[in-house]
């Protein structure tokens, strides 16, 4: 098992000289950061976090009124990946590969799953620049950690880098593919199912997948969902709620655990998020 402090990929590695959360792509592209909705941060901002700026508070405004249940659901989102890590851990999962990981927040998936097991290990991957120069600071020197710049739309580019890591994830051995709160990102032409079909084939059986994924069905809720949706058309990404029947299957060649992909509870109501494990048999 390897410590310490690791950090890999192609991306150049971004500090934030200003206090905020860092450049972002948008800026590459030109654009300052700050003034581009990040989804990232206005997951942070539902959330309760510092790392936001008036862009993603507005955006997250605009959703909320629409769609008044969204920062419920980011939360209900994150209690379930905290209770799933838990869960895996206590299965015996000590390696996980965390993609579209978001700003580190308090309750890192290391942190929660070492908690059960210091041994275990997580591989961190998101696309983000912000995202990237905040986990590099605060998370890749804990032990056991490593940090990796990856697109979820490249599954042979992201495993091409995890094998260059055995001693972090092996991938001859169980691990846990976490997706939560990221598929919506995907959008249909990009293939979600098959990029899942292309980790699921290398995941040694008792390997487990956590999908969780806002759900808009036909009824009120998934339609007032689905015009929330399009405040993020100005952000960094456009967000694509999904019907519960395409949400489950993702879990095509798994085995769901009960209860199965279901609808999360937040302060004691069903949430317009779907969760849901499944094992590789
Ligand atoms: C809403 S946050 C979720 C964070 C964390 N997984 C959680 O559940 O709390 C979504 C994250 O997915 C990342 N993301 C979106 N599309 C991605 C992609 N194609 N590849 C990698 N990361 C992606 C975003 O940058 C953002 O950090």
């Known amino acids: 098992m390897t410590g310490g402090a690791r950090s890999e990929g192609a991306g150049t590695v971004e500090t934030n000289t200003e206090g905020g959360p860092g450049?972002?792509?948008?800026?590459?592209?030109?654009?300052?950061?700050?003034?581009?909705?990040n989804p990232a941060r206005i997951y942070d901002y539902w959330l309760g976090g510092k790392d936001h700026y008036a862009c993603d508070r507005e955006v997250g405004e605009q959703v909320a009124r629409t769609a008044p249940w969204a920062p419920a659901g980011a939360r209900a989102s994150r209690a379930y990946l905290r209770e799933g890590v838990l869960w895996l851990a206590a299965q015996g999962?000590?390696?996980?590969?965390?993609?579209?990981?978001g700003l580190p927040t308090a309750g890192n998936?290391?942190?929660?799953?070492?908690?059960?097991n210091p041994a275990a290990r997580v591989v961190y991957v998101d696309h983000d620049p912000v995202v990237l120069s905040h986990a590099r600071v605060i998370v890749a020197p804990d032990p056991g950690v490593l940090v990796l710049e990856g697109d979820l739309r490249d599954p042979?580019?992201?495993?091409?880098?995890?094998?260059?890591?055995?001693?972090?994830?092996?991938?001859?051995?169980?691990?846990?593919?976490?997706?939560?709160?990221?598929?919506?990102?995907?959008?249909?032409?990009?293939?979600?199912?098959?990029?899942?079909?292309?980790?699921?084939?290398?995941?040694?059986?008792?390997?487990?997948?956590?999908?969780?994924?806002?759900?808009?069905?036909?009824?009120e809720a998934?339609?007032?969902?689905?015009?929330?949706?399009?405040?993020?058309?100005?952000?960094?990404?456009?967000?694509?709620?999904?019907t519960s029947a395409e949400i489950t299957g993702f879990f095509d060649g798994f085995t769901l655990v009960p209860p199965g992909a279901h609808p999360l509870v937040q302060n004691g109501r069903p949430s317009t998020v779907l969760g849901g494990i499944g094992v590789v048999a």
């Open 23 to 37: 450049p972002d792509a948008a800026r590459r592209r030109g654009q300052p950061g700050e003034m581009v909705p």
């Open 93 to 101: 999962i000590d390696q996980f590969l965390d993609i579209g990981s």
């Open 109 to 116: 998936v290391h942190q929660i799953a070492q908690h059960l």
């Open 156 to 219: 042979a580019a992201v495993l091409a880098q995890v094998r260059e890591h055995p001693d972090v994830l092996d991938l001859t051995r169980p691990f846990a593919l976490l997706l939560s709160a990221v598929l919506h990102f995907v959008p249909d032409d990009a293939r979600p199912r098959e990029i899942i079909r292309a980790f699921r084939a290398v995941m040694a059986p008792g390997s487990h997948l956590l999908v969780s994924h806002v759900v808009a069905d036909d009824d």
């Open 222 to 242: 998934g339609r007032a969902t689905r015009v929330a949706a399009a405040a993020y058309s100005n952000a960094a990404q456009p967000f694509i709620p999904r």
